[in-house]
């Protein structure tokens, strides 16, 4: 027998259609009958059964307890399949924003050695693990194009490695946008990177107060990144830039491109090295919420495509198996964001020996703080938020098997989101 799953969220808008969230898909699906019926039906027939356990809205169970073991289980089997790797190339930047989560370290670059002590362990890990189908690369930094020879080093050993084991590789970047070497670009998309990720902190007058006036740069670069790369441009939301965001959508729209591009939109949050945060959201915060929704919807309606999936987090590196980071030196971590913090430290590419690549640690605490508020509440953001963010939970002195509790924060967005799928629905109607 199957149960509505308890990571649900229901809103009626009217008697003509039912409105779910998922937390475990993350998506937003709309439904002309009651959700409890069509499980009903759909329990006496298999294939309905697992079209719907795959978007997230059943459960063997309806028990909450129960039912957060078996999201557990979910999550392992189908993280099982993907090894996702941030490697640093270089903490070295071009601009000198006063947020960066980098500020307290010595700038640096990786070396040849790095890169192939972490192939061995790449090639290990595929060795010992045949389940693995797919390998995300992502080249992080500072700005990593400052060193195209040694990304282009990492991306041959990768491929190579992964080509011998037959698993498919995904390599993506991260830049500030303003490395105008054409010659660099054509190589790198040449050595198999295929997408790349530029960020902007508003429009024009905002961005240049914390970019170095780089924003008129990087848009003059954006059509020669566009021959190149499928892009993500990521807009950093804080108090001060929503109200700009029409402008900067109006500046990308006026961009010729040659390949599609998405607006990721996410937000700058409080750092272990940034003093001035009186413009930047709480991680909890409902306002910030309401941004998210006012953004996106102004992307639907002129038709940019956009991105949120960043104020759901798993798959964090922090609780998920067989992901996490290495620094320029070899240092290797389980969260993209603490450089340097020994609660996030998990060994070394040049001794691997004491490598728990399963978590055990941080996913003891996340059941332990699952045991107060989220099941006294039965939460139905639990798989989005898994009791809060680690690197957050740190900052604010909350102990590791302690919630930091986004319910709010979630119910605000979700129910935003809801609003945007049925305008989307009478458009298409209509």
């Given at each position: 027998?199957?149960?509505?799953?308890?990571?649900?969220?229901?809103?009626?808008?009217?008697?003509?259609?039912?409105?779910?969230?998922?937390?475990?898909?993350?998506?937003?699906?709309?439904?002309?009958?009651?959700?409890?019926?069509?499980?009903?039906?759909?329990?006496?027939?298999?294939?309905?059964?697992?079209?719907?356990?795959?978007?997230?809205?059943?459960?063997?169970?309806?028990?909450?307890?129960?039912a957060?073991?078996?999201?557990?289980?979910?999550?392992?089997?189908?993280?099982?399949t993907?090894?996702?790797?941030?490697?640093?190339?270089?903490?070295?930047?071009?601009?000198?924003?006063?947020?960066?989560?980098?500020?307290?370290?010595?700038?640096?670059?990786?070396?040849?050695?790095?890169?192939?002590?972490?192939?061995e362990?790449?090639?290990?890990?595929?060795?010992?693990?045949?389940?693995?189908?797919?390998?995300?690369?992502?080249?992080?930094?500072?700005?990593?194009?400052?060193?195209?020879?040694?990304?282009?080093?990492?991306?041959?050993?990768?491929?190579?490695?992964?080509?011998?084991?037959?698993?498919?590789?995904?390599?993506?970047?991260?830049?500030?946008?303003?490395?105008?070497d054409?010659?660099?670009?054509?190589?790198?998309?040449?050595?198999?990177?295929?997408?790349?990720?530029?960020?902007?902190?508003?429009?024009?007058?905002?961005?240049?107060?914390?970019?170095?006036?780089?924003?008129?740069?990087?848009?003059?670069?954006?059509?020669?990144?566009?021959e190149?790369?499928?892009?993500?441009?990521?807009?950093?939301?804080?108090?001060?830039?929503?109200?700009?965001?029409?402008?900067?959508?109006?500046?990308?729209?006026?961009?010729?491109?040659?390949?599609?591009?998405?607006?990721?939109?996410?937000?700058?949050?409080?750092?272990?090295?940034?003093?001035?945060?009186s413009?930047?959201?709480?991680?909890?915060?409902?306002?910030?919420?309401?941004?998210?929704?006012?953004?996106?919807?102004?992307?639907?309606?002129?038709?940019?495509?956009?991105?949120?999936?960043?104020?759901?987090?798993?798959?964090?590196?922090?609780?998920s198996?067989?992901?996490?980071?290495?620094?320029?030196?070899?240092?290797?971590?389980?969260?993209?964001t603490?450089?340097?913090?020994?609660?996030?430290?998990?060994?070394?590419?040049?001794?691997?020996?004491?490598?728990?690549?399963?978590?055990?640690?941080?996913?003891?605490?996340?059941?332990?703080?699952?045991?107060?508020?989220?099941?006294?509440?039965?939460?139905?953001?639990?798989?989005?938020?898994?009791?809060?963010?680690?690197?957050?939970?740190?900052?604010?002195?909350?102990?590791?098997?302690?919630?930091?509790?986004?319910?709010?924060?979630?119910?605000?967005?979700?129910?935003?989101?809801?609003?945007?799928?049925?305008?989307?629905?009478?458009?298409?109607?209509?």
């Open positions: 027998m199957i149960y509505k799953s308890p990571f649900v969220f229901v809103k009626h808008l009217d008697e003509k259609k039912e409105f779910v969230f998922s937390s475990q898909s993350q998506k937003v699906y709309a439904f002309k009958f009651n959700l409890e019926d069509v499980i009903h039906v759909a329990d006496k027939y298999p294939l309905a059964r697992q079209k719907l356990g795959k978007l997230g809205l059943i459960s063997r169970t309806n028990n909450y307890d129960e957060v073991s078996e999201f557990e289980e979910k999550k392992i089997e189908k993280n099982s993907i090894l996702r790797l941030v490697y640093n190339v270089t903490t070295k930047c071009g601009l000198d924003c006063k947020y960066c989560f980098q500020n307290h370290l010595e700038r640096r670059d990786t070396t040849t050695e790095t890169i192939k002590k972490t192939g362990l790449l090639d290990g890990m595929l060795s010992a693990n045949k389940n693995f189908k797919l390998v995300n690369l992502y080249l992080f930094g500072g700005d990593p194009i400052l060193r195209p020879d040694l990304c282009m080093e990492l991306l041959s050993v990768f491929r190579k490695i992964c080509k011998t084991k037959r698993v498919r590789l995904f390599p993506t970047m991260a830049t500030n946008g303003l490395f105008k054409y010659d660099a670009y054509k190589a790198l998309n040449k050595s198999g990177l295929k997408n790349l990720q530029i960020s902007f902190d508003g429009p024009k007058y905002i961005h240049n107060k914390t970019r170095k006036d780089s924003y008129d740069a990087i848009m003059k670069n954006i059509p020669i990144l566009s190149f790369f499928v892009l993500s441009i990521k807009y950093n939301i804080h108090k001060e830039n929503i109200h700009g965001f029409r402008e900067f959508l109006k500046d990308i729209k006026s961009i010729r491109f040659s390949r599609p591009y998405t607006i990721t939109l996410e937000a700058l949050h409080k750092t272990s090295t940034y003093e001035g945060q413009h930047l959201y709480n991680y909890e915060d409902e306002a910030l919420a309401e941004a998210v929704i006012e953004l996106a919807d102004l992307c639907a309606r002129n038709n940019v495509p956009y991105d949120i999936c960043a104020f759901f987090e798993p798959p964090c590196m922090a609780t198996p067989y992901s996490f980071m290495i620094e320029p030196e070899g240092k290797i971590s389980n969260c993209i603490a450089y340097n913090i020994e609660d996030f430290s998990m060994g070394h590419v040049y001794d691997t020996r004491s490598f728990n690549f399963l978590r055990d640690d941080f996913n003891m605490s996340v059941r332990k703080a699952a045991d107060t508020i989220c099941r006294e509440n039965k939460c139905p953001f639990f798989p989005v938020c898994e009791t809060g963010c680690f690197y957050q939970k740190r900052l604010n002195g909350i102990d590791f098997s302690q919630p930091l509790c986004r319910h709010k924060f979630y119910s605000k967005l979700v129910d935003g989101l809801i609003e945007l799928k049925a305008k989307e629905w009478v458009k298409t109607a209509l």
